[in-house]
């Protein structure tokens, strides 16, 4: 039997930005996965941006990809972190982010665990 599952990333939905406008980014592990081709993806609250994006991880083990805000002049801002189980097969899920500061950015990644 394999050890590891898959964790298919399908959404990422802005109710609340923090900004006028967030210019968006995910990361997980210290590195930026998506978006790809861009530097971020710009989100305002009531937009859903397509992230369809796979991990692997480890069966049981619990995946944390953190949402970032691009800023040119300043550092930029981690809004929070979704924390994704990989228990067992199902979905999808919609997770609710996780803050990492008083911000009022409310987001939602939409997510399920494949084999
Ligand atoms: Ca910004």
Redesign the pocket.
Known sequence: MALEYKLLLHNLSCFLSD?G???VYLTYRGEKIWPLNEKFTPMKAGSTANVELEISILKGATASVELW????FSKD?NLGKFLLEADKIGGPYTTDMIKADKGKSKYGLTWEVGS
């Open positions: 900004e406008t967030d210019e805000e691009s800023d040119t801002d």
